[in-house]
Every structure is written in C-alpha cells, then in structure tokens.
C-alpha cells in the first residue's frame, strides 16, 4: 500500500494599497504676551498613525514647549513666553507610511497686549452647566479652542491676538458630564 502524498501550497497575497498621505491641517498659531500663559494645538489628518512630529527649523517661543497628543494627531504648545519676539519655525509630521507635511509659522510674543477682545455671553439655561470653552477662527469655518480649562463665567478676554487681524469667536456650554453644546452663533473682531 503506496501512502498518500498530500502537498499543500500556501500563497500569500501581499495587497499594496496607496496610503492617503498626511498633511498639518492648521495653518497659523496664535500670538501672545509675556508672562501670560499661551497655548496652541497644531493638527493633522490623512495618512496612517502614528505619526512623528519635529521642529524642522526655527524654534519655540522662549518658554514655551511641545507635547504629542496619545493618538499622535496633533502638537500641543503651551507654557509662558519668557520674551518679547518674533518667532519663526517650521513644524514637520511624518505618517507611518513616511509621507511628510510641513508648514511653517510665524508667532509674535508682545511685552504687553496692545489690544484686547472682551467677549461676553449669556449664561445657558441647562442646569447642569460647569462651564464654558470659548472658539476662536481667522474665518469662521476654522475654530480652536483657545481656553485651557473651562470658563466658569460668561466673560472672556482674549489678549493673543495681532494687530491688523480679523478674528472669529464662537462658545460651547459644558454640563457635568463633559458633554459640550454645539457652538454658539459667531461673532466678528476686527483688530486694528
């Protein structure tokens, strides 16, 4: 009796697929004041994570640093700007398919706010309210949020912000759940 010979062939199909590339999706940081706490998220989209930011050229205003988000998608900048200057840098994001998007940036911190824009609100009627975050646009379709913690009050002043620029504010309520409202109308702040 001749044994049965059975030969199995396994073929791998390797499938290509053409990653969309990744690309900085925020095109301008916003100004600020020394010794007054600044803050900035830069963001990106497209592409496969995680993805590796740099400073390309240039650098951070003095006091100021870099943080990854967890889900690698954005640079947050925060700190207190030490000195008055003006800074130029470039800030570079590689996917993990190794697309890169670079865009650069220029952010003017002043010695003192030559202007400030008071906005104020009127309270929500929910009762479950904690608090508020206030947007800020350079065309009313691009927001960022430009609080770092909530606004326990119906009253904001915005001291990061350039001469001859229009801006774009809008804000959200907060219940205590964390859940926000959608967005308020939007107003429009012409600086001189």
Sequence with gaps: MKPWVLSLLLVVFASRYA????????????????????????????GCTPYKWAIASGALPAGVTTK?????????LAGTPTTAATDS????????GGHVSQVSY??????????????????????????????????????????????????????????????????TAVDIYGHESRMSASVKAAIP
């Design 19 to 46: 990653a969309s590339s990744v690309a900085i999706t925020t095109t301008s940081l916003p100004n600020g004041t020394v010794n007054t706490a600044y803050s900035a998220v830069i963001n990106a989209s497209g």
């Design 68 to 76: 990854v988000s967890s889900t690698t998608t954005s640079l947050h």
């Design 89 to 96: 840098l470039a800030v570079k994001v590689t996917g993990c």
């Design 106 to 171: 220029k952010v003017v911190i002043q010695i003192t706010a030559n202007h400030v824009v008071d906005l104020n609100w009127k309270a929500s009627t929910t009762s479950d309210v904690v608090g508020y975050n206030v947007y800020r646009g350079p065309d009313g379709a691009t927001w960022k949020k430009i609080n770092v913690s909530l606004v326990a009050s119906t009253l904001y002043s915005d001291s990061t912000i350039a001469n001859g620029t229009a801006y774009y504010y809008a804000t």
